[in-house]
């Protein structure tokens, strides 16, 4: 992996997220907070969790500082609406200096149960996008089950997507 493949596909994890954001704010509380017995019960339990994982693992590799919510915090849809782009954000600008070499670092850290753990960033990065990209296609699913058109969020979608803008 490049440090250009690792910005490019930071990048399509938070457009992507962004979409299924979207949709979500778009659907009532009920709808949001439903027990669909998929993934993290509800369509918005599940995209904390997505939340709650970038936060954790941004807290590992970039900022020991950053604050990361528990994995049993219940953000609102206001919360995420706020914090996740911003931490997309934060994310995208530290990959924005990322070298190839800084890819191979390895990232130490302690996992939520107390237990200590070391990893190539590379390999961080790819489980995040990774990660997230399984709890998106549950919310996708979700989605279907409330009666409405997810929004398209595949890998091909965004590379078009950054195609039609560089012709224009």
């Known amino acids: 992996m490049t440090a250009q493949e690792a910005r490019l596909h ?7 997220s962004r979409k299924l954001l979207e949709a979500a704010q778009a659907l009532t509380d009920e709808q949001r907070q439903r027990p669909m017995s ?11 969790h997505i939340y709650f ?5 941004y807290k590992r590799v970039v900022d020991a500082g950053a604050p990361a919510p528990g994995p049993q915090d219940r953000p609102s849809m ?18 924005d200096s990322l070298t190839d070499a800084g890819l191979e670092r390895r990232a130490r850290y302690r996992f ?3 237990s200590e753990g ?7 990065l790819m489980h995040v996008v ?21 929004p398209a969020t595949d890998l091909i979608w965004y590379y078009r997507e950054l195609e039609s803008a560089a012709a224009v």
Do not use: C, F
């Not at 994982?53 to 693992?57: E, I, K, P, Q």
């Not at 919360?79 to 931490?87: D, K, R, S, V």
């Not at 070391?118 to 961080?124: A, L, R």
């Not at 997230?132 to 989605?143: I, S």
């Open 10 to 16: 930071l990048r399509y994890s938070g457009w992507a």
């Open 38 to 48: 998929v993934s993290h019960d509800s369509l918005q339990q599940t995209l904390a």
């Open 53 to 57: 994982a970038d936060a954790v693992w």
């Open 78 to 95: 206001e919360t995420l609406a706020a914090a996740w782009p911003e931490l997309q954000s934060k994310w995208e600008k530290w990959s």
């Open 112 to 114: 939520t149960n107390g």
């Open 118 to 124: 070391e990893t190539p960033v590379w390999q961080i």
């Open 130 to 150: 990774n990660h997230a990209t399984l709890h998106r296609g549950q919310v996708v699913a979700m989605l279907r089950q409330l009666g409405q058109k997810p």
